[in-house]
Nanobody, 116 residues
């Protein structure tokens, strides 16, 4: 089996920054896309940023220019640097990765709260 563990969430004031990290472990053969999603209260889970195995990033329009996704293939990790945070960014952030053999897996989620 494989698992994803996220870290780095917390409470921050508007305009502040946070860095989320997600590390995969277990019987890893290879990993395709590694992505970050978020889910705010009463809303559907949405894709925030994705990173292909080749290193191509894509972002939701709402976070372009503020968030940066990065990936460390040697450590099976993906990070999300979040700058200029607004209260609208408040959500539970989830890591998702596509594993050879195991398919798509989710992390447990990490809470990000931005106060105004």
């Amino acid at each position: 089996q494989v698992q994803l563990v996220e870290s780095g969430g917390g409470l921050v004031q508007a305009g502040g920054s946070l860095r989320l990290s997600c590390t995969a472990s277990g019987a890893i053969l290879s990993i395709g896309n590694m992505d970050w999603y978020r889910q705010a209260p009463g809303k559907q889970r949405e894709l925030v940023a994705e990173m292909t195995s080749g290193g191509t990033p894509n972002y939701a329009d709402s976070v372009k220019g503020r968030f940066t996704i990065s990936r460390d293939n040697a450590k099976n990790a993906v990070h999300l640097q979040m700058n200029s945070l607004t209260p609208e960014d408040t959500a539970v952030y989830y890591c998702n990765a596509h594993f050879a053999r195991w398919g798509s897996r989710w992390g447990q989620g990490t809470q990000v709260t931005v106060s105004s």
